[in-house]
């Protein structure tokens, strides 16, 4: 079945460093991926998307590029603020019939001043 | 725009008690899932509903249940209640996954005591 690998947390870094979070994904078909974020007692956000292969997703900053031939979705930075620690989800969903969507684990991130 | 709402937001209940928590969808979604949220499972399918059909639905005992009214609001049920069901519900509704991703509720924290 489907499956969404994501790097293990928690990830700690400064304020303005660069920042990647590595997913990868098996799936039959083409899925769309997705990156969500859960800040503290709240419920995931769509972060951002990316329904076909060499599609760039981005929002706030955050980038990511659906690469078919490593089958991956990185998610990446280039200058992280203390307001972005977050725990970060990569996800997958089926193109076709139900649509089942897939998470990964989640990927802890902590900005320090 | 309303976004997805939960309610409630906090629930504390006894061992063998059981519990409904609802949930209303953005207007126009007619998909909504639910998902189990917990340190160390991490988000687990519970189960979609569409046009009050169930279309999909995870792994969990049979005393997890769910539907969807006419209004696209959706409630789910856990009765004979174990103090391994506390956690973090979250409910999501859709247009269409794969295309525009899950919007998220914040969620109903259940604690069983």
């Known amino acids: 079945g489907d499956s969404v690998t994501q790097m293990e947390g928690p990830v700690t870094l400064s304020e303005e460093a660069f920042l990647t979070i590595n997913c990868t994904y098996t799936?039959?078909?083409?899925?769309?991926l997705f990156w969500y974020v859960q800040y503290p007692g709240e419920g995931l956000q769509l972060l951002l998307k990316?329904?076909?292969?060499?599609d760039k997703g981005s929002n706030k900053g955050f980038e990511a590029t659906y690469r078919k031939e490593t089958t991956s979705f990185h998610l990446e930075k280039g200058s992280v603020q203390v307001s972005d620690s977050a725990v970060y989800f990569c996800a997958l969903s089926e193109s076709g019939g139900y649509q089942k969507v897939t998470f990964g684990t989640g990927t802890k991130l902590q900005v320090i001043p | 725009k309303a976004g997805v709402t939960q309610t409630p937001r906090y629930l504390i209940k006894t061992r063998g008690q059981q519990v409904t928590l609802s949930c209303s969808p953005i207007?126009?979604?007619?998909?909504v899932s639910w998902y189990q949220q917990t340190p160390g499972q991490g988000l687990q399918f519970l189960f979609e509903y569409f046009s009050e059909t169930q279309r999909n639905k995870g792994n969990f005992p049979g005393r997890f249940s769910g539907r969807q009214f006419s209004n696209s609001r959706s409630e789910m049920n856990v009765s004979t209640l174990e103090l391994g069901d506390s956690a973090l519900y979250l409910c999501?509704?859709?247009?269409?996954?794969?295309?525009?991703?899950?919007?998220f509720g914040s969620g109903t924290r259940l604690t069983v005591v």
């Open positions: 799936a039959t078909g083409y899925p769309s």
């Open positions: 207007s126009g979604h007619r998909s």
């Open positions: 999501a509704s859709s247009l269409s996954a794969a295309n525009y991703g899950y919007t």
């Open positions: 990316a329904t076909k292969a060499d």
